[in-house]
């Protein structure tokens, strides 16, 4: 199978880049699992990451990031490169913007195939994934004030349901919260970044447990 078979799929799939529009309507969120939590009437924020994905000739992979342990916001999770949408950006413009500033990824590397639905946060965030494709392997550096780490995970191993676990945990106050969680080695992706992964397995092949067409784009 040849990296062509998935791409073509991401650009048959995906939503085009002209589609996107401010304050679109979130598709999937972080209370999908959780439909008695607290949803506050809320303008949200708007945020973009991008989902690199890098297609190597042994196979191709999704790049993943460790926030840094000093942020005060989600330290230490993992995460795509992204962040909030700066007055008159686009989420494909943000995207790359923070990933440049991440992880130093040159935006000339990377090729725009579209969006995966918008995903809410229960932080209030308004999150347009931007996929991206990346033809051989980019010259990285992970900035120290934002990323702990930087990693690739095998698209086979996320896009594979069998790797996808439903976990939760008892907060100090209030009701158990769920989420998805796909461990990969000693890496725990969890929360909105296996929530978007969720979102976009399900926008490449129609949310079915077990279909063909994964296998054929196994690359």
């Given at each position: 199978?040849?990296?062509?078979?998935?791409?073509r799929?991401?650009?048959?799939?995906?939503?085009?880049?002209?589609?996107?529009?401010?304050?679109g309507r979130?598709?999937?969120?972080?209370?999908?699992?959780?439909?008695?939590?607290?949803?506050?009437?809320?303008?949200?924020?708007?945020?973009?990451?991008?989902?690199?994905i890098?297609?190597?000739?042994?196979?191709?992979?999704?790049?993943?990031?460790?926030?840094?342990?000093?942020?005060?916001?989600?330290?230490?999770?993992?995460?795509?490169?992204?962040?909030?949408?700066?007055?008159?950006?686009?989420?494909?413009?943000?995207?790359?913007?923070?990933?440049?500033?991440?992880?130093?990824?040159?935006?000339?590397?990377?090729?725009?195939?579209?969006?995966?639905?918008?995903?809410?946060t229960?932080?209030?965030?308004?999150?347009?994934?931007?996929?991206?494709?990346?033809?051989?392997?980019?010259?990285?550096?992970?900035?120290?004030?934002?990323?702990?780490?930087?990693?690739?995970?095998?698209?086979d191993?996320?896009?594979?349901?069998?790797?996808?676990?439903?976990?939760?945990?008892?907060?100090?106050?209030?009701?158990?919260?769920?989420?998805?969680?796909m461990?990969?080695?000693?890496?725990?992706?969890?929360?909105?970044?296996?929530?978007?992964?969720?979102?976009?397995?399900?926008?490449l092949?129609?949310?079915?447990?077990?279909?063909?067409?994964?296998?054929?784009?196994?690359?």
């Amino acid at each position: 199978m040849s990296h062509a078979t998935l791409k073509r799929r991401l650009t048959e799939r995906l939503l085009p880049i002209q589609a996107w529009q401010p304050l679109g309507r979130a598709a999937r969120s972080d209370f999908d699992l959780n439909p008695e939590a607290p949803r506050a009437d809320r303008t949200l924020r708007e945020a973009a990451v991008l989902v690199p994905i890098i297609a190597h000739a042994e196979g191709a992979t999704v790049l993943l990031t460790r926030r840094a342990d000093a942020l005060t916001s989600h330290s230490g999770q993992i995460a795509f490169p992204g962040g909030r949408l700066d007055p008159g950006e686009t989420a494909a413009q943000a995207a790359l913007r923070e990933a440049m500033e991440e992880v130093a990824l040159d935006p000339a590397c990377v090729e725009v195939l579209g969006f995966a639905e918008p995903y809410e946060t229960v932080t209030g965030f308004l999150v347009t994934p931007v996929v991206g494709w990346i033809a051989s392997a980019p010259s990285l550096t992970a900035s120290p004030g934002e990323v702990a780490d930087l990693f690739e995970t095998p698209w086979d191993f996320l896009m594979d349901v069998a790797n996808h676990r439903r976990d939760s945990f008892q907060p100090a106050e209030g009701p158990v919260r769920h989420f998805w969680a796909m461990p990969w080695q000693d890496r725990y992706i969890w929360g909105a970044t296996a929530g978007i992964i969720r979102g976009l397995r399900a926008r490449l092949y129609d949310d079915a447990d077990l279909d063909p067409a994964i296998a054929e784009d196994a690359a």
